[in-house]
């Protein structure tokens, strides 16, 4: 970890990385808890709010709202209101949740009460991907630890503030990370996205005001608190980006948002693995559109990549390199949409099918020329129709292979037609 | 209403034209109500919008993105387009996009014709596709249940069957299983459909993914000729669509009437027009010849019932008697009170036959004391001994959406409900302890459980769940509360008492006390005068005269009282003690098969008349079919009769009798005496189901089937102790008779209490009880050795 010592200070992984950050003890030494006394018993909710507005935080889940903003909309005079932790971390490629969680639980855990006693919520679900195994045994060892020193229960830091936090497996569906579909699968339902409005801070689960959260754009409240949003400005502000696919180190990386694509790539994960070159990026997941090499400098920040066409989305970035045939790529990114889209809306469920079975057929030798029109016309068909953004994901990047490599789709069909069919 | 502040209002314009509609309405909504057509399948008036099918697509002015006009609200100012190139073309991708996977197997599809998707792609859809793939391949058809199947292929999930058992029925009957393209409609765990409302699941399918055992390749909707009539089955009364092809009845369908039914209907109703054309229908007159049935002419017959009723009369007055009246028409029934009380100069008329002599159906008048849309506007539900979705289905959909909107549901009963899940309390105990439950209910403030003194130091175990401070408190938080009080009550022990107690426990709230009892066209006799006159004896009064030979000549029509007579052995004795007994029958009933004269008479679907339901609405029935052979109208025939006898039957003679106010009158007054004694450990309760195997429901495909066989309800741990499992064969004794019944070993029953269903023919559950002394003290014994093949 060579290139590590060159790093600016990190702000959430030194959490991580520190050693047994799963004790409340070791964490308590370190600082931790300290920001949610004080939102529990020295802040006013609007100071806190006041806090992570100047901090500019925005949700890390994929959208990218503004993070205070969300704050406001939770009506102040409702009697019931919940807090739901999206932990249902399935984006491909997108692993920091999980890191953050088995690193340091009880950064979480703090950043939760934060959350809790500023909007007023006494019920709090962490909503964790079913698979997340580990991460389930320590976030409940650590809201057990924080209970025993009363924080999570009644009168928290000996505050009026009370807050309990229920932790809920999934049921292994990519939806579920959707926020809505989330509360319909923790109400027991199946997991398929609500119609908005209502958004879920007017009528989330079971119908009360209801914060939902990503579990990163948690754990950077403490940190906002703790230094103070000019210093945690100062800092990027910081962003977790994971980093996988052809590169020397895959892993997560804190970094300044604004960093380019290039520094990612080739500083903090050590660059292309030997003898390959870089052929294109997914900065946000493979729900968002890939770069190519003439986009290396982008900037890792919303508007920027909102420029080039893509999205920051929830900064995992995969890489791709020359020995991978971008028919492939898409073909399995495509598979993925086709066998997780919920069922609900017929463009989805039936266009991501569709195309998958074209992309088969292409892959097996039996393309023809004009399947590329008609890969186009159905992303034509599926873009602004479908019900929520798991479907809309899926034109942008099958469009832009099919301009940007069309060579490679071409050469598909043709070594099919070559060898008969 | 009249508090009800004016909707605000919004102008917009669709396809340029100016609309303006009341604030709140969907853009769908105000197109439509402009006459403007926007092509949707999920989307379902009666239910939220979902926005999942995506066909609804629009173009809105200053709007990114097309929007679903099923779900976006209509706002002042807006400008829509439902016909802009790219709503053209988002048609076309959702229209062929729903089409790849679908077979287009229309030539041999019932929905053919009648077809939502069919239509559409008509319409709106690209006319040719781009699918050259392997299309979905799924076993087909699929049974779900007895009546219902599934065509995977066909559908199209637009989740329109699954949100009606969510959101209209609250049955939850069908969900969604797998994900994405896997997507299918099934039942949970894999089981048979259980559900009392899935013939309307059917009829909203926008495709003929569901279809009907019943009518799968029946016909084709443009041979069918639908005749608007009523259904007169349960007493609810719902508007119907009778579909006829070729003299037959091959479907009933809901008919939209929103006062009563609005769009839905029970499987009762939906599948209960079989027995119309059954084989067996009697078509000529039938006359004891030589201690036989045999056929006769109508001249025959009828002149030797004139003869009878004429040798009667000149032995004094009131030596006939009448029973029956659910199965005639208002008109039928008021031939029939003039008739025997005008001109035959009876008063022993009763249409009430199956009602025991103790309880308290005989002592109040039947019917709901407001209309059912007021019931649905109600706060709270009282359901005391009325198993609502067994009885009165379509009022339970009321029900469930008051529920909805905030309303509570309290029920009382000796059985676990369907629609327990939907209760804010539940006050469960055996049937012989409803009545007590209730009067300690009915005192205001009451916080003590029920006074069970005169049944202490028995082993039978205590009341569960009860929570009566709870339930009383939560009916006292009504300000519209309706109790229901039903015929599972109204016929166990201490009926007068439970009347005065639910009488005592809706006034105190302020509330409706609703007598839900009768079935039929119950509510017709009752108001058309079949009721014991001046001096007249009632339905049991009746039936111990005859057996004490006070009656030359029974008389019935519109009624089994041989299965129908909560007391068997009362029957048969009243048969035994009258020298002549003329039915009215359709078929060879019980009844019929006892009697000196059987005049075939049509069924209320062969009819022009009215039927009066629950609500005393009167409501017309039109003849769909014709009869068979030489089957009459019970009219018809009381005017033959008249004119035999030189009688004239004039018009509205019968006296009017109208259910308003709650009269309860002194019978059976004498409760209390019988509850005296040791209650047994073990007692037997009848009850009603919606699915039955009766003289009309036995003979309908699907209704028997869902049917199934006669059976006992079992506590597990009753079964247990007396070694019974689970759909084994068990005999059933009491000191009065035995059945054998299949066992179903449930907690639906409490420990203590085997529940017996009625309707099944030819199993005379009736048979084990009498009316009294009450409650029935019954043993239980497998008949098959535990895990041996039952039957």
Same mark, same amino acid.
């Given at each position: ?16 990385? %520190? ?48 993070? %205070? ?45 934060? %959350?809790?006693?500023?909007?007023? %919520? ?23 630890q924080?209970?025993g ?30 926020e ?40 950077h ?26 590169v ?14 290039r520094?990612l790539?080739?500083e ?14 997914f ?78 057929r ?34 942008p990047g ?24 | ?37 926007i ?13 999942a099918?995506?066909?609804? !697509? ?6 990114? =993105? ?7 609200e ?28 679908? /077979? ?12 939502p ?71 949970p ?6 559900? =009392? ?8 399918? /926008? ?131 003039g ?6 100069g009876t ?40 198993d ?6 379509v ?39 409803i009545?007590? !439950? ?5 005192a ?8 069970s ?16 401070a ?12 309706h109790?229901l ?35 039929g ?14 001096g007249?004896?009632d ?26 007579? @909560? ?15 003329v ?23 062969? =009819? ?20 068979p052979g ?22 509205? @003679? ?21 509850r ?5 450990? !073990?007692i ?6 919606l699915? @039955? ?36 064969l ?20 409490l ?41």
């Amino acid at each position: 970890m060579a290139t590590e010592a060159a790093m600016p200070e990190s702000a959430l992984l030194r959490w991580v990385r %520190a050693e047994g950050m799963a004790e409340i003890e070791q964490y308590r030494r370190a600082g931790g808890y300290d920001a949610a006394r004080r939102a529990a018993t020295e802040l006013t909710p609007d100071q806190v709010i006041e806090m992570v507005t100047a901090s500019g935080l925005r949700g890390k889940g994929g959208a990218g709202f503004p993070t %205070a903003q969300k704050w406001k909309f939770i009506p102040r005079a409702a009697p019931v209101k919940y807090v739901v932790v999206n932990g249902d971390e399935g984006e491909p490629g997108t692993f920091k949740d999980r890191t953050l969680i088995e690193g340091c639980p009880h950064l979480l855990v703090e950043g939760i009460l934060i %959350a809790a006693v500023t909007i007023g %919520a006494r019920k709090v679900y962490v909503y964790l991907r079913r698979e997340f195994y580990r991460c389930r045994r320590l976030l409940e060892a650590a809201i057990a630890q924080a209970r025993g020193a009363g924080f999570v229960g009644e009168r928290i830091f000996g505050s009026d503030h009370a807050v309990e936090i229920v932790v809920h497996p999934g049921a292994g569906a990519y939806i579920a990370g959707e926020e809505t579909a989330l509360l319909e699968s923790l109400e027991g339902r199946r997991a398929m996205p609500r119609q908005r409005p209502p958004f879920p801070a007017q009528a989330g689960l079971y119908q009360q005001p209801t914060l939902v959260q990503n579990v990163e754009t948690l754990c950077h409240l403490p940190v906002i608190i703790g230094l103070g949003p000019e210093r945690y400005k100062e800092l990027g502000p910081p962003v977790l980006f994971s980093v996988s696919g052809a590169v020397v180190r895959p892993g997560v990386y804190e970094a300044p948002l604004g960093v380019t694509l290039r520094s990612l790539i080739f500083e903090h994960a050590g660059g292309m693995r030997p003898g390959r070159r870089f052929k294109a990026a997914f900065p946000g997941g493979v729900s968002s559109v890939f770069l190519t090499e003439t986009d290396l400098d982008v900037k890792m920040d919303p508007d920027s990549l909102r420029q080039a066409g893509t999205m920051l989305g929830s900064a995992a970035v995969i890489v791709v390199d020359d020995s991978a045939d971008m028919v492939e790529v898409m073909a399995r990114a495509v598979e993925f949409y086709r066998d997780e889209s919920c069922g609900k809306c017929t463009p989805c469920r039936e266009g991501t099918a569709w195309i998958a079975q074209i992309f088969e057929r292409i892959l097996h030798g039996h393309g023809r020329t004009e399947d590329l029109a008609l890969l186009e016309g159905i992303a034509a068909g599926m873009t602004g129709t479908c019900f929520c953004p798991l479907g809309e994901s899926v034109p942008p990047g099958l469009v832009a292979s099919l301009r940007l490599f069309r060579d490679e789709y071409e050469r598909r069909i043709a070594v099919g037609a070559a060898h008969g069919r | 209403m009249a508090a009800e502040a004016p909707r605000a209002a919004v102008t917009l314009v669709i396809d340029g034209r100016e609309v303006t509609v009341p604030k709140g309405m969907t853009v769908y909504q105000a197109a439509r109500s402009t006459g403007i057509d926007i092509p949707i399948f999920c989307y379902h008036d009666r239910m939220p919008p979902l926005g999942a099918c995506r066909m609804c !697509l629009v173009e809105v002015h200053k709007m990114p =993105k097309l929007q679903t006009a099923c779900t976006l609200e209509a706002s002042e100012g807006m400008v829509v387009s439902t016909t802009s190139p790219a709503v053209r073309a988002a048609q076309e991708s959702i229209l062929e996009l729903l089409l790849i996977n679908h /077979p287009l197997d229309c030539p041999i599809c019932d929905k053919g014709g009648e077809c939502p998707l069919q239509d559409q792609a008509f319409r709106y859809g690209p006319g040719r596709s781009r699918f050259i793939e392997v299309k979905r391949d799924r076993a087909k058809p699929i049974a779900l249940g007895p009546v219902l199947v599934l065509d995977r292929e066909r559908c199209i999930l637009c989740w329109r069957c699954v949100r009606f058992g969510e959101i209209i029925a609250g049955d939850d009957a069908l969900k969604g299983f797998e994900r994405g393209f896997a997507s299918e409609v099934g039942t949970p765990r894999a089981l048979t459909v259980e559900s =009392k409302f899935i013939g309307n699941a059917i009829s909203i399918c /926008p495709v003929g993914a569901l279809t009907s055992r019943t009518y799968r390749f029946k016909a084709r909707p443009w041979d069918i000729e639908p005749v608007a009539s009523t259904c007169a089955h349960c007493g609810v009364g719902c508007s119907i669509w009778l579909d006829v092809r070729g003299g037959e009845i091959l479907r009933t369908r809901a008919r939209e009437e929103p006062e009563v039914n609005d769009v839905w209907l029970c499987d009762r109703g939906f599948l209960g027009h079989g027995y119309v054309a059954a084989e067996d229908r009697l078509t000529n007159p039938l006359v004891r010849w030589e201690g036989r049935l045999q056929e006769a002419s109508w001249d025959e017959a009828l002149g030797l019932v004139a003869d009878r009723l004429r040798a009667s009369r000149e032995r004094g007055p009131g030596r006939v008697a009448f029973l029956g009246g659910r199965r005639l028409t208002n008109e039928d029934a008021s031939a029939a009170a003039g008739f025997f009380r005008d001109l035959v100069g009876t008063p022993h008329l009763d249409h009430r036959v199956d009602s025991p002599p103790d309880g308290a159906s005989l002592g109040v008048s039947w019917g709901l004391r407001s209309s059912l849309d007021e019931l649905g506007r109600g706060d709270v539900f009282v359901l005391v001994g009325c198993d609502i979705t067994e009885e009165y289905p379509v009022v339970w959909l009321r029900i469930k959406a008051a529920i909805d909107r905030g309303a509570r549901l309290v029920i009382v009963h000796a059985k676990r409900l369907e629609v327990r899940r939907h209760a804010h309390c539940e006050l469960l105990d055996r049937q012989d302890r409803i009545a007590p !439950l209730v009067a300690a209910l009915a005192a205001a403030g009451a916080a003590t459980p029920p006074e069970s003194g005169d049944v202490a130091g028995l082993a039978a175990p205590p009341a569960e769940s009860v929570d009566l401070a709870a339930a009383a408190a939560t009916i006292a938080s009504g300000e519209r509360v309706h109790v229901l009080l039903g015929r599972f009550a109204m016929d166990g022990p201490d009926g007068p008492d439970l009347l005065r107690s639910a009488d005592a426990l809706a006034r105190r709230v302020n509330g409706t006390l609703h007598i839900a009892r009768g079935q039929g066209n119950d509510l017709g006799a009752q108001r058309f005068g079949l009721l014991p006159g001046e001096g007249g004896m009632d339905a049991p009064g009746i039936l111990r005269g005859a057996a004490a030979g006070a009656f030359d000549l029974l008389y019935v029509a519109g009624s089994d009282p041989a299965t129908a007579v @909560t007391d068997g052995a009362a029957w048969q004795s009243a048969r035994r003690g009258v020298g002549f007994v003329v039915v009215h029958e359709a078929f060879l009933s019980a009844t019929a098969l006892a009697a000196d004269v059987v005049l075939p008479v049509l069924v209320l679907p062969e =009819k022009d008349g009215t039927v009066t339901n629950l609500e005393g609405r009167t409501l017309t029935l039109r003849a769909a079919v014709k009869g068979p052979g030489q089957a009459r109208a019970d009219r018809e025939i009381f005017d033959l009769l008249s004119a035999r006898m030189r009688f004239v039957l004039g018009p509205g @003679t019968a006296a009017r009798i109208e259910p308003d106010g709650l009269a309860i009158s002194g019978a059976g007054a004498h409760s209390g005496d019988v509850r005296e004694g040791t209650a047994p450990f !073990l007692i037997v309760a009848v009850a009603d189901r919606l699915f @039955t195997q009766g003289s009309m429901t036995g003979r309908c495909r699907g209704l028997s089937d869902l049917a199934g066989t006669a059976h006992c309800l079992i506590h597990p741990a009753d079964a247990a102790r007396a070694g019974v499992t689970d759909l084994g064969l068990v005999e059933l004794a009491t000191e009065h008779a035995s059945v054998v019944v299949q066992a179903r070993v449930s907690d639906v029953t409490l420990p203590g209490q085997v529940i017996v269903h009625r309707g099944y023919d030819g199993v005379p559950v009736h048979a084990l009880v009498r009316w009294s002394p009450v409650p029935v003290g019954v043993e239980i014994r497998p008949v098959a050795p535990p895990g041996g093949e039952p039957q």
